[in-house]
């Protein structure tokens, strides 16, 4: 789930509520919409055993 959403011209940011935590995340996409592409995509590449840190931390580039 995606809480205390923020979007501007320069992507969106969203806090990534999971049962282990919740992680801040920040993607240069930009509009609300992508925030839905982005979980799923992290959550694919996490259900194949890469750690929720290193997605994340790839996110920002």
Known sequence: ?????????????????????????????VGKFNISNIMAAMIAVWSKGTSLETIIKLLKI
């Open 1 to 29: 789930m995606a809480k205390n959403i923020q979007e501007s011209l320069q992507g969106v940011s969203f806090d990534f509520v999971t049962p282990f935590g919740t992680y801040p995340v920040k993607s240069p996409y």
